[in-house]
């Protein structure tokens, strides 16, 4: 309950400091709708010389580009903000003020930021899957509704995840940024079904970044291509990953020296 009260607290304060910038709202939406146009561009380009590629056609795509836009606002308004004053807290040695709270570490350097204006990308993303899905007649059932909420929660841990292995290693190495800034490129990646991809490509998407799990499965849900199977392995690789990523936070913090030290 702390761990919520405190989450509550840094969201409230993280949306009042978001609406001293109302014009950053109307630069969010212009960079919306520019990436927006851009992908239907490139789906356009594609289905004009095929009718699918790697056995998913036109709407089974717009739906991928839908999970694609909605991960992509997850990560950058609550996932990214976090783990960037992170890496810069290791690096000036101002991560003292957060280890002294008296609450869990890892929920507090996880819920400081909050950049609501990039939502703007969650509802376009949804906009775009419900356009999708209604184009392709969705059957709406319990366990397609229930396998893709359960499957972008766990590509959003996964992700999480991910960023908090990197962003630990700054307690030792310090040109950390620059690993960081790859998963803009590799994340965009996720734009297509990862199936496509050759399979050194597709395993590095699935297992070392998780890009895979973030958005092709969540597609595989909504288009009945999602096994039981899979959604267990997804479970499994967000249990290891968490456990992974907490146990390499902690070891890190014990040999972390800030301002104070």
Known sequence: ??????????????????FQYRANLYIQILQTFIALGTGLIGLNLVFSQTS???GWDRTELLAVMGVFIT????????????????????????LDFALTKPADAQILISVREFRLWQLVDVITGMIVLGVALSQMNWMITVWSVLAFFSAL????????????????????????????????????AGRWPVGIYPTWLRIALTFIIPVAFAVTVPAEALT???????????????????????????????????ASA
Not at 155 to 170: D, H, Q, R
Not at 242 to 254: D, E, N, P, V, Y
């Open 153 to 188: 929660m766990m590509g959003a841990v996964m992700i999480y995840c991910f960023w908090l292995i990197v962003t630990s290693t700054a307690f030792w190495f310090v040109r950390v940024h620059e690993i960081a800034n790859l998963f803009e490129g590799l994340y965009a």
């Open 1 to 18: 309950m702390q761990g919520l009260r405190l989450a509550y607290n840094y969201l409230r304060i993280g949306i009042m400091n978001e």
């Open 71 to 94: 991960m992509g606002g997850i990560i950058r308004a609550a996932i990214q903000p976090n783990m960037e004053r992170l890496m810069e807290d290791i690096r000036d040695g101002l």
């Open 224 to 258: 009945g291509r999602l096994s039981l199977q899979t959604w267990l392995g997804a479970l499994t690789l967000t249990i290891v990953l968490f456990i992974a990523s907490r146990t390499l936070l902690k070891f890190g913090l014990r040999s972390y020296s800030g």
């Open 52 to 54: 699918e590629l790697g």
